[in-house]
């Protein structure tokens, strides 16, 4: 039976389904995400757009190859210079795709990816402007730039919305977006470079970037996890914030004198229980086969030590108004 993780839409979906106010879904409730009512066929969505975003990066890039005859007769460039302009954007992502990885682990995927896609786009539109060879391969150089955030924000992306046993196929299908791009600019753009221009096809390249930058941008989110967070949020902030009264019960209820004796009893016996708890909550869970008994031994413990603790702040005073 496959573990979910906090990753997995799924995880959200158990946490909240049932708890969102009437007239929004429980997927408004969670983050926001307005249009987004279903999140285990939400991230096929996704899946799809970074898919298409992949290759309208790259449909440029990894097809310039295939327009280097009419490339190199219009603006009449020697061998060496064509070798060079064909390698500039692929020679940028050595360190971009560094830094594009440090700007993930920074920013939201959807814009570290769309701003990348749409700086391609840029480029090449200004490159079908360029005069002379200097400035193409200046252009070509920045088309690389924005080219390297392609692939980690993609990854990034589809490793956030599918479950690990699914993961090896999603990004399977993803990274298919690399030849596929390349595969459809092979057979367009030599023929838009030969037809009318190889202007033409920087802007036609410039285009299908342009397009994936935006659906990229407009439809991407991250996976719904914000109340899943918060309720593991709230669950930790009694889970630990008990420690500190707990600490002053024992230390006022210990007979005089007997503070620290009383004290280290009781974190002993907590002690034996930090270490015996975890491993016999994990069984239990694999006997079950689900999580709810664990979090129903954890209730009922919960609240025999409340009775008791109640029971035992009153019996004082009831002595006290006797006499």
């Not at 769309?114 to 060879?133: D, F, N």
């Not at 129903?296 to 919960?302: H, S």
Request: with cysteine.
């Amino acid at each position: 039976m496959n573990e979910l993780t906090p990753t997995d839409p799924r995880v959200a979906d158990r946490a909240t389904d049932g708890g969102a106010p009437r007239g929004r879904t429980s997927t408004e409730v969670r983050n926001g995400l307005g249009g987004v009512a279903d999140p285990l066929r939400y991230r096929w969505v996704v899946l799809g757009i970074a898919t298409f975003t992949q290759a309208a990066s790259c449909f440029f890039v990894q097809g310039i190859g295939a327009m280097a005859v009419p490339l190199q007769r219009a603006p009449d460039l020697s061998t060496a210079q064509l070798g060079l302009l064909l390698s500039a954007s692929q020679l940028v992502p050595l360190v971009g795709l560094l830094v594009a990885g440090e700007l993930l682990d920074r920013y939201h995927e959807r814009w570290v990816v769309g701003i990348g896609a749409a700086v391609v786009a840029a480029g090449l539109l200004l490159g079908s402007l360029a005069q002379g060879y200097a400035p193409l391969l200046l252009v070509l150089l920045v088309v690389g730039a924005g080219y390297s955030t392609a692939q980690p924000g993609g990854s990034k992306s589809v490793a956030a919305w599918f479950h690990p046993a699914q993961r090896g196929l999603a990004m399977g299908v993803r990274q298919a977006g690399l030849p596929l791009g390349g595969a459809v600019a092979a057979a367009v753009l030599p023929t838009v470079a030969t037809r009318y221009g190889w202007r033409t096809a920087l802007v036609v390249g410039g285009v299908v970037a342009l397009l994936g930058a935006g659906l990229f941008t407009a439809l991407y989110r991250r996976p719904p996890i914000a109340v899943a967070a918060l309720l593991f949020a709230w669950l930790g902030f009694f889970g630990i914030g008990w420690y500190g009264p707990w600490v002053a019960h024992p230390a006022e209820s210990a007979p005089p004198g007997r503070t620290g004796f009383a004290l280290g009893l009781v974190m002993a016996v907590n002690q034996l229980a930090v270490i015996r708890v975890p491993p016999a909550l994990g069984l239990l869970r694999d006997t079950a086969h689900s999580f709810a008994p664990a979090w129903a031994a954890l209730a009922a413990a919960t609240a025999v030590t409340l009775a008791v603790t109640a029971r035992g702040d009153r019996t004082p005073r009831m002595k006290g108004s006797a006499v």
